[in-house]
């Protein structure tokens, strides 16, 4: 038996730009300040951080075509810096919005990372450039179209679940926890291949029954779909059919409401074993003069 897994969310914007930024660049940034960022919290600057090769150029180029003001330095042995290291400093007297806004919407400190409330209503096009720029800063590639993102902030890393899930690619959280004094736990996100979208449900390991007393709740959404987690592993679940209250044939009229002029359709269905019955339908137009619905 296989259940659904993940779906893209095919809602949403395609937007030009987010608060006067060009939106597919300062994605791009998002994603890697969220992963590599840092703010100075005596003047209010922030940074990011990288080591030397395509992809602090490719920093330097979004930073660039965004507008954003910025310093650069490459740490050498001696100097209190990573060797090969190559750093942005983002000072808040040149870009005093973007130092305001991304720590309020991305968080302070690793523990505290999210993902800002602004991008959930993008397109999935845009939110896979999100996502690919937080994999480019603290993630890795698994084997074949899998990855995985680390993280020690829980937010973020439920944050990253759903986007890859709204990417139309599963995402599974695991929780390690560190032996070691003053660390983090660490959160890793799971992300899996574009092509998969259903889990197979095993009936002797993964089904069981268990004495249950109390009331039972019945979660009910317009589209009949919702999304669930349990132990970190994601489903995409619906209400159960009351399958012994369903008619065997039944009789629907569709009706346009809002223009009486369309003809009204009734359908003869097979409740049980469709969902949309194609045979049986009757178109009909109401005649005025008659006063009755007509066959068209």
């Not at 937080?134 to 890795?140: A, F, R, T, V």
């Amino acid at each position: 038996m296989e259940m659904p897994w993940a779906t893209s969310f095919l809602g949403g914007e395609d937007i030009a730009e987010i608060h006067g930024y060009p939106a597919d660049e300062i994605l791009q940034f998002i994603g890697w300040w969220v992963s590599e960022g840092w703010l100075n919290r005596a003047s209010g600057g922030i940074g990011v951080c990288q080591a030397v090769g395509d992809l602090s150029e490719k920093m330097r180029e979004v930073m660039t075509s965004c507008g954003i003001k910025y310093s650069e330095a490459v740490g050498k042995p001696g100097t209190g810096g990573t060797k090969n290291g190559w750093k942005a400093y983002i000072g808040k007297k040149q870009n005093r919005f973007l130092c305001e806004w991304i720590p309020k919407g991305c968080g302070i400190g690793c523990v505290n990372k999210k993902l800002p409330s602004e991008i959930w209503d993008l397109s999935m096009r845009q939110k896979e450039i999100l996502l690919w720029a937080l994999i480019e800063g603290d993630g890795s590639r698994s084997r074949g179209d899998t990855y995985r993102y680390s993280t020690t902030s829980k937010q973020l890393a439920d944050d990253v679940q759903r986007l890859s899930i709204e990417c139309g690619r599963m995402a599974s959280i695991s929780n390690h926890k560190t032996t070691k004094k003053n660390h983090n736990p660490q959160y890793q996100v799971n992300i899996g291949c574009k092509n998969r979208k259903h889990i197979s449900v095993r009936l002797g390991r993964n089904v069981f029954k268990e004495n249950y007393k109390g009331k039972v709740y019945c979660l009910t959404v317009p589209t009949g779909a919702y999304l669930t987690r349990r132990n970190g592993k994601p489903g995409i679940y619906g209400n159960s059919a009351h399958w012994r209250n369903k008619s065997d044939c039944a009789i629907t009229v569709w009706r346009d409401e809002l223009d009486k002029t369309k003809p009204s359709q009734i359908h003869i269905q097979k409740i049980r074993f469709r969902e949309v019955g194609e045979p049986g339908v009757v178109e009909l137009l109401y005649n005025n003069l008659k006063g009755k619905f007509e066959e068209i």
